[in-house]
């Protein structure tokens, strides 16, 4: 069965930290990975992984997958408060449109 | 901006009535997915909707669940004969295409069912 684990489930920061967020998986045929913030509404897109070793960055957030030990972290710098959110995991297996949602970390930063 | 849109945003239903939570996805996208978020836990799959085709239910309760994305208008997510398990929150996602495409996500309809 597939799976997903998020760690860790919760973290409390405060403003100017760094943060590294982890996800490992277990699925079948992997294809690709994607990281979601969600706030109290829709997640929000941050990142698709479809290769291992390449980063990709968004200002403060990047993102690095690693098929070889099937995980995948996100870094956040110099943390915000707007930074505060559930931050998904979701890797996808190919021949398949079902993202496997993993149960989240919650990230709290505080001022 | 044309995101996904969801309504109702909450919706209160007795128990044994019907829910139909409907979403129009972004503009140009026409693939659907419907996800359900129980409190504490991860969104999980329910279906895959193209227009007028379901492409995968495989995560659909077989009873009581349907949905449909017609030629013309939302995708509806329909709960006949709710029960209190039915509550939580409903998220609907679309992408441009299957695949590789990543989907978006709509605000969500909390559901309660008292």
């Known amino acids: 069965e597939d799976k997903v684990v998020q760690s860790p489930l919760s973290l409390v920061v405060h403003e100017g930290d760094t943060v590294t967020l982890n996800c490992s998986y277990e699925v079948t045929n992997f294809r690709s990975l994607l990281w979601y913030k969600q706030e109290k509404k829709a997640p929000t897109f941050l990142f698709m992984l479809?290769?291992?070793?390449i980063e990709k960055k968004s200002g403060r957030l990047s993102s690095i997958l690693d098929k070889k030990e099937l995980s995948s972290i996100l870094n956040i710098t110099a943390t915000q408060t707007g930074d505060s959110a559930i931050y998904l995991c979701?890797?996808?297996?190919?021949?398949?449109?079902?993202?496997?949602f993993g149960t989240g970390t919650r990230l709290k930063v505080l001022a | 901006n044309a995101g996904v849109m969801q309504n109702p945003r909450h919706l209160v239903r007795r128990r044994g009535q019907e829910a139909r939570l409907r979403c129009s996805p972004m503009?140009?996208?026409?693939?659907v997915y419907w996800y359900r978020q129980l409190p504490e836990e991860g969104l999980k799959f329910m279906v895959y909707?193209?227009?007028?085709?379901?492409?995968?239910e495989s995560g659909m309760p077989k009873e009581r669940f349907s949905a449909e994305f017609p030629k013309e208008g939302p995708s509806i997510l329909r709960i006949q004969q709710v029960v209190r398990g039915d509550s939580a929150a409903y998220f609907c996602?679309?992408?441009?295409?299957?695949?590789?495409?990543?989907?978006?996500f709509g605000p969500g309809t909390r559901l309660t069912v008292t």
């Open positions: 996602a679309s992408s441009s295409s299957g695949g590789l495409y990543e989907q978006y």
């Open positions: 503009k140009g996208h026409s693939h």
């Open positions: 979701a890797p996808t297996p190919s021949g398949t449109y079902k993202y496997i």
């Open positions: 479809t290769s291992s070793g």
């Open positions: 909707l193209q227009k007028e085709n379901i492409i995968d």
